[in-house]
């Protein structure tokens, strides 16, 4: 795999190459796989179990693995890496007319979603979730891939709008639709609150210091308990109402007023309509955003900052708002996360959200708002499937956790889909602002969140 | 004024361990200028590999103390070896393929690798926090007030003196031997370094083993100092590398050890006057006041932009 090392093709040079993985792996899972270190409560603290079949197996499947990697997939001799042209999915949903017939067609789907015959209470949960990370992606997406600002710390503005409804609920009784506005407004002057001393900052820099701040909110909320309840979190945070109507069996209920049978499906499905209505607002805001000169400006920041500062744009309103608005959505999101829940608390905002929120960004191909979608599909959906690995427990018996293999999974697949497609899954864009014709860039010319 | 010295004494200890992550942090960027987010995590793995090392030899703090520092050197030199790796495969696996590529790539990749880690260790070592008793006990009384007794403790000497070790040997190493000659050439002009010959891979790939090899020793200082682990550290710990080596000048190995210093006593200081709770926050606010008020560090090159 070496960049030198394909010198040869032949049999034994591949065995030679997968024995030498294996050793790579027997050392790096010996240690891990192969020796478990557990509390027993005794004097000494700590005593070990070998696991020896475990490690012959891992080993064992990294031998397996390379093999089939050099027979199969590794480039042969005499082979150039060629650059690869986007291929054709990737081109077509980068286009504006596929754009213009699948957006429609998603959303005639995810409006139809909850009156499909399959969808049922953990479908239609798992339908809220993922729209709910598109909202984010799309609202990160202002940030990092059209202001070309990274922020590592988006899930701080999700976490202000979660709190900012919890507690306004909480203390002052205020409903959602009062609280919705408010926590968009908190979360957009947090944002600018923390741009506004990152204005001179660039790239991995900017990075590092916005997960710092995500961070310093996580520990503020944790600890600040006389006012956020600390790791307890809050709890009994009132539900949205259909415009004042409530979702329950009394009287003025919801089914009672409209003369329906009560479900507690009628809830959900009430979540579901209001977070694609929250989603569908973001898509739109942002979609007209990208047009207006607020926009425009974004992109050209993007794509350089010194020139486009010497053009004049002003750069310090550019980001601050970019900041602010991006925050907004995250805010809205985070206020209907509480209402979901009826329960916040701080473990809810660590640092695997933002990773996550941004990994959607960078694989949806970072400029496309469809490829948010699709790779929320991906991303949230996928890590959904991995609970379904229960059935692992039967193969491994009882100790067995799949739970956290699923993060595992989680963090191998961001590395394998970054492998696979390091400009996102649509990696083409159209140009926004075009002199004669739109012509469709691909992503690889394009130099992208450099800050 | 006890209670200050013994303070400042704890926060060296720490400095120390944070210094020799920083020293990762600040070569890899310095020559592919990337954040090598799993370095963190590379410490994390660096203290298992100790303790289980540890346990497997049953080291204990009954013997001398002679012998416990040569069994405590073995160990360290194993766990140096795993973690260097470590170090090599997540260069070669997660981040060379994506050389040349857009710069949030590898950045993705790295954050990754760091979610893969931690959940590898938690599931292959369970979640549970992992105690070791104290190896090096003891230590002596340097200074005797009427209201506080400062002590140093054996551990302590051991840490620090082990940090100057390995510093004086890896200045050495970068400063006078052709490897070390390679990777400043590297950091300069990676192109020019190629055309003149020099194997840039080879070179980035022992950049990435010798930072996870000292990351692996700072795992091994925390494991004994602490005398207890998780799958966890790596997270925290790694940020505050971070903001040392960015304290300290990006690409500066003094001003990493440095900036690794500073950190610790301001996170020792804070958690002592102020609120352990918030100590955290007080090294993440002094990475941003630093990057606001000076982005070039304390020993750093200033960096011009050019368009």
């Known amino acids: ?451 | 004024m006890n209670y200050f010295i013994q303070q400042f004494i704890n926060g060296l200890t720490l400095g120390s361990i944070y210094g020799l992550i920083a020293i990762g942090y600040t070569m890899v960027y310095g020559i592919i200028g990337m954040i090598n987010f799993a370095h963190g995590d590379v410490f994390m793995v660096g203290a298992f590999v100790s303790l289980i090392t540890v346990i497997v030899f049953g080291i204990t703090g009954t013997s001398s103390i002679a012998l416990g520092i040569g069994a405590l050197i073995l160990v360290a030199a194993i766990s140096m070896v795993i973690a260097g790796v470590y170090g090599w495969t997540i260069e070669r696996l997660a981040y060379r393929p994506l050389r040349g590529s857009f710069r949030l790539a590898p950045l993705i990749t790295a954050i990754g690798v760091s979610i893969f880690l931690q959940n590898f260790v938690q599931a292959t070592q369970g979640a549970r926090v992992k105690p070791l008793n104290a190896i090096i006990s003891g230590g002596f009384t340097i200074l005797e007030g009427n209201d506080f007794v400062v002590r140093i403790t054996y551990m302590q000497i051991l840490i620090v003196i082990l940090t100057v070790v390995l510093m004086s040997g890896f200045t050495y190493l970068i400063s006078k031997t052709s490897l070390g000659r390679a990777q400043r050439a590297c950091e300069q002009d990676m192109k020019m370094a190629m055309l003149l010959g020099i194997d840039v891979n080879t070179t980035i790939s022992t950049t990435f083993v010798i930072g996870a090899a000292l990351a692996s020793v700072a795992g091994l200082m925390y494991l004994l100092y602490y005398g207890v682990i998780d799958f966890y550290i790596g997270f925290s710990a790694g940020i505050k590398a971070f903001t040392a080596a960015v304290l300290g000048g990006v690409g500066s190995l003094p001003g990493a050890m440095l900036g690794g210093m500073v950190i610790g006593l301001i996170e020792v200081f804070f958690a002592a006057y102020f609120s352990s709770e918030y100590k955290d926050v007080a090294a993440f606010s002094m990475l941003i006041v630093v990057l606001i008020f000076m982005p070039q560090g304390l020993l750093g090159r200033p960096e011009i932009e050019k368009v």
């Not at chain 1, 030679?16 to 004097?43: N, Y």
């Not at chain 1, 003369?259 to 009430?270: A, H, K, N, P, T």
């Not at chain 1, 907004?328 to 996360?337: H, L, P």
């Open chain 1, 1 to 451: 795999m070496s960049s030198t090392g394909h010198s040869s093709s032949s049999l034994p040079a591949m065995i030679k190459r997968s024995l030498i993985a294996t050793v790579i792996a027997f050392l790096l899972f010996l240690p891990t796989l192969g020796i478990k270190t557990s509390a027993s409560g005794g004097v000494d603290g700590l005593f070990l179990t070998y696991r020896w079949m475990l490690l012959g197996v891992g080993c064992g499947l990294i031998f397996v693995g390379r093999m089939a990697y050099e027979l199969f997939w590794a480039p042969k001799d005499g082979e150039q890496k060629s650059i690869k042209a986007p291929s054709s999915l990737a081109r077509a949903l980068g286009s504006s007319k596929v754009a213009k017939t699948v957006g429609p067609v998603l959303l005639v789907f995810a409006i139809a979603f909850p009156f499909l015959p399959f969808s049922d209470r953990y479908i239609l949960d798992l339908g809220i979730l993922i729209i709910t990370y598109v909202m984010l992606g799309w609202g990160l997406q202002i940030v990092v891939g059209l202001a070309g600002l990274l922020d590592l710390g988006y899930v701080a503005f999700y976490a202000v709008g979660a709190y900012s409804y919890a507690l306004l609920s909480i203390h002052f009784g205020f409903g959602f639709w009062m609280c919705l506005p408010l926590a968009g407004l908190l979360a957009a002057t947090w944002g600018i609150v923390l741009g506004f001393p990152v204005l001179r900052l660039r790239g991995d820099y900017l990075a590092i210091v916005t997960l710092a701040f995500g961070e310093i909110i996580r520990v503020v909320l944790l600890n600040w308990r006389s006012f956020t309840g600390g790791s307890n979190g809050l709890s009994d945070i009132p539900r949205p109402s259909f415009f004042g109507i409530p979702f329950n069996q009394s009287e003025h209920g919801f089914a009672a007023t409209f003369g329906l049978e009560y479900s507690s499906m009628q809830r959900i499905v009430f979540l579901y309509f209001l977070i694609l209505a929250l989603a569908v607002f973001t898509f739109f805001v942002t979609a007209r955003l990208r047009r207006l000169p607020i926009g425009r400006a974004w992109e050209a920041l993007r794509e350089d900052e010194i020139a486009c500062r010497s053009l004049g744009v002003n750069t310090v309103n550019t980001k601050l708002s970019a900041f602010a608005i991006g925050a907004m959505f995250g805010g809205f999101a985070g206020s209907f996360f509480a209402a979901k829940q009826a329960f916040v608390s701080p473990e809810s905002f660590n640092f695997m959200e933002s990773a996550t929120i941004l990994a959607i960004v960078v694989l949806g191909g970072m400029s496309s708002q469809l490829g948010v979608v699709f790779s929320a599909i991906v991303m949230v959906g996928g890590v959904e499937l991995l609970r379904q690995l229960q059935f692992l427990k039967s193969v491994f018996g009882n100790d067995f956790d799949p739970s956290q293999l699923r993060l595992l999974l989680f963090g191998l697949a961001m590395v394998l889909m970054m492998l696979w497609r390091p400009r996102g899954l649509v990696s083409t864009r159209m140009p926004t602002v075009f002199l004669k014709d739109k012509k469709t860039v691909s992503a690889a010319m394009i130099s992208q969140g450099r800050g």
